[in-house]
């Protein structure tokens, strides 16, 4: 067994929250393990006047952290799954996702108690396409607004008056301490989270075996069915920054139960489906309801984006 391990993380307060999370959680299973935090900057975290979409998407939170393990400077690197490209780019695997946690948006406002109660035409901020979309689709007279930064970074900037409103993860509110700042949640079926939100995911090389054994007791089966499903959805439609898509899986008595969203961030526009299927059939069952979501016209929304 490895006498070392060297996790990449990103340098934010949430990212290292969950960082720490995760060597815990490997602290607690092996006790003589020594554990150390490779803390780098990624180009998501820079780039901050230009919406994710307009810099690169996603992969730009992991690249730097991939580079890292490639130079053999850290053995494994940990994320928010919601932000990981649903397809990795080289040698790498997701070895582990952790139990999942709040997996739903948060409605955060100093005067306002939900998105009904917001005045006519006020400013909402937000970083997401998926988010956009939603608002627009509940409320088409919002002006909904680009919002970037870390989670202090949007606070502060709704406390400064820019907004009436923000929409955060209420996960990461509520690992830093924040739950207090959720004015109200945002839950299906009327508003559905990204997928996989809300789940951490442990990142290694493909065939490092013996950090692969590591991560095997941080795994949790239950969160893997659910969000492997809602990332077959979003990966069958070519899910990324660019659209809004939106994907929830729940398990109950031996079953998956997927919802599915595909919208248009300007107008609000929306398409909605939901599927059954067995444990053990996420991928096919992401896929039969990225299917459904194209014959009633899914295209045409993802083509406005």
């Not at 009904?116 to 909402?124: D, I, M």
């Not at 993860?169 to 989270?193: D, F, N, V, Y």
């Amino acid at each position: 067994m490895t006498q070392t391990l060297r996790i990449a993380t990103r340098k934010s307060a949430l990212a290292l929250w969950q960082t720490e999370h995760v060597a815990a959680r490997l602290r607690a299973l092996y006790p003589t393990i020594d554990i150390s935090l490779v803390p780098l900057s990624t180009r998501g975290d820079e780039v901050l006047d230009r919406s994710l979409a307009a810099v690169g998407g996603k992969g730009l939170f992991l690249k730097e952290l991939e580079e890292a393990m490639l130079r053999d400077e850290a053995d494994l690197a940990v994320h928010s799954l919601k932000d990981v490209p649903m397809e990795l780019d080289g040698p790498f695997e997701l070895a582990a996702i952790l139990s999942r946690a709040n997996p739903y948006d948060a409605f955060v406002s100093n005067h306002f108690d939900d998105i009904k109660a917001l005045p006519n035409g006020a400013r909402v901020g937000t970083s997401s396409m998926r988010r956009r979309a939603q608002l627009k689709a509940l409320r088409p007279d919002l002006d909904v607004v680009d919002l970037r930064g870390n989670v202090n970074t949007r606070l502060t900037k709704l406390d400064d008056g820019q907004y009436a409103a923000i929409v955060l993860a209420c996960a990461g509110l509520e690992r830093l301490g924040m739950s207090s700042r959720i004015r109200a949640q945002l839950t299906p079926p009327h508003w559905l989270p990204a997928a996989s939100q809300g789940a951490i995911a442990i990142e290694c090389r493909s065939g490092n075996t013996a950090v692969i054994e590591l991560l095997r007791g941080l795994d949790d089966a239950d969160t893997r069915a659910c969000v492997e499903a809602e990332r077959a959805l979003s990966r069958a439609l070519g899910g990324s920054c660019h659209v809004a898509i939106a994907a929830f899986c729940t398990q109950a008595e031996g079953a998956l139960h997927l919802r599915g969203w595909v919208g248009d961030a300007e107008g609000g526009a929306g398409l909605r489906v939901e599927v059954n299927g067995a444990i053990g059939s996420s991928d096919a069952l992401g896929q039969a309801a990225a299917e459904q979501l194209r014959s009633l016209g899914a295209e045409r929304l993802l083509a406005i984006a």
